[in-house]
């Protein structure tokens, strides 16, 4: 700390155990969320067979429309204004970053994707600022290299249409919850 105290071990402990888990449970959402958008669409996933290097900025826009966290939580520190509005300090916020990754105001066309939208990294998925989540690097480099080793192993990637049911008539089972968003199960044919 900056008065030169240590942090107590088992606090330590527990933060380890928390971010290991959490890490896991968003990349193995945010791979889930990839995979089928790369599983639905087979041009994009011929131009990112053809084109790796667009692997990153796919991932980007997954993270803008389908971000493993829906929202986060804060306390007014102090008497602010959001948007024109009051905010006393002690207030208990929802910050909802599926809905500001939607914003009309910031995103042109916010429900269509686009592989390479301009300042894409601009979006909320992984926090901002000092509230940024500390393992988004790892997190994109994970799961950017598990994709790309599909894309090489495979020559075509679709849903399991016996599990999801036929193009047009899918059913996908969402984990119920407020805050994370990620499938429930993700059935996939893999094609050698």
């Excluded at 067979?49 to 804060?74: C, H, N, Q, W, Y």
């Excluded at 599926?98 to 990294?121: G, L, T």
């Excluded at 599990?163 to 047009?168: A, L, T, V």
């Amino acid at each position: 700390y900056p008065d030169g105290e240590l942090p107590d071990l088992l606090e330590m402990v527990k933060l380890s155990g928390f971010l290991f888990g959490a890490g896991q449970d968003t990349s193995a959402k945010l791979l889930s969320n990839a995979m089928r958008r790369i599983a639905e669409d087979p041009a994009l996933q011929q131009q990112l067979r053809e084109d790796p290097a667009l692997i990153p900025p796919m991932l980007e826009e997954v993270l803008r429309l389908e971000g493993s966290t829906k929202a986060t939580f804060r306390i007014a520190r102090r008497d602010t204004k959001i948007g024109g509005m009051d905010i006393r300090a002690g207030t208990r916020l929802t910050v909802a970053l599926a809905a500001a990754n939607r914003d009309p105001r910031r995103w042109e066309n916010p429900e269509e994707f686009r592989i390479n939208r301009p300042r894409i990294k601009e979006h909320l998925a992984f926090g901002r600022g000092v509230h940024t989540c500390a393992g988004a690097p790892l997190a994109r480099l994970e799961v950017a290299a598990i994709l790309q080793h599909f894309l090489q192993h495979t020559t075509h990637i679709s849903l399991c249409a016996e599990k999801h049911g036929p193009p047009g008539k899918r059913h996908l089972e969402y984990e119920p919850s407020f805050i994370i968003r990620g499938l429930a199960n993700l059935h996939l044919v893999l094609e050698s």
